[in-house]
């Protein structure tokens, strides 16, 4: 059963792969997938600076562990990584932080093994009881031009959201912007907003 569906709280603190969320004054630690962007609910009935972060609970003999999630999508394709034998929740979150969404969605439904195998802690076995697994389940998680669902994207840090609205200042589309600063993030540092920016200008 799930304990906790969603934390609603201040973002006390974070670091590459872990959050602290401080719910009226409780502080929960959750590990997140690298670069996860966490923005403000910008609703009127929620307090100014409060995220919402959708959970997973995983509890074994020698552990109890909180995993932290955007979006509800993205926690489900985490789930169902799970599903997958040989696939702990390390490794989840490893090809969730080594893969944006969208492209892991891909990889599967098009039975791309080499995409898989490069997610570090993922051997040729896995890789391909992942495909087997999950390929007639992933196309359901398929982003949508429109909706955008599956956001944020595994490289997605706060120096890639400032390129690309650097880059929308001057004229480019929400889909130039993105495609363009996500290039750049497999060239040079994703933290480096000045050189992320250089070389996503390049690529338009």
Do not use: C
């Not at 955007?70 to 696939?87: A, I, N, Q, S, T």
């Not at 944006?100 to 098009?110: F, G, K, M, Q, S």
């Amino acid at each position: 059963a799930t304990v906790y569906e969603y934390l609603d709280g201040r973002l006390a603190s974070r670091a590459p792969t872990r959050i602290v969320i401080d719910v009226n004054g409780v502080g929960y630690s959750l590990s997140i997938p690298f670069g996860a962007d966490f923005h403000p609910d910008p609703s009127a009935t929620r307090k100014d600076g409060q995220v919402r972060v959708w959970t997973h609970f995983v509890v074994r003999e020698d552990v109890q562990e909180l995993y932290g999630f955007p979006d509800p999508k993205l926690r489900e394709l985490f789930r169902l990584l799970l599903k997958v034998r040989g696939v702990g929740p390390g490794m989840a979150l490893a090809v969730l932080s080594s893969l944006p969404a969208d492209e892991l969605v891909h990889a599967i439904t098009a039975g791309d093994l080499p995409a898989l195998v490069r997610v570090k802690g993922v051997g040729k076995k896995t890789a391909e009881q992942i495909l087997l697994d999950l390929r007639d389940k992933a196309p359901r998680f398929a982003s949508s031009e429109s909706t955008g669902v599956l956001v944020p994207r595994g490289r997605r840090t706060q120096a890639f959201d400032d390129a690309v609205r650097a880059l929308l200042s001057i004229g480019y589309t929400d889909k130039q912007a993105e495609a363009s600063v996500e290039r750049a993030t497999k060239e040079v540092d994703p933290e480096d907003l000045e050189l992320l920016v250089r070389t996503a200008l390049r690529h338009g």
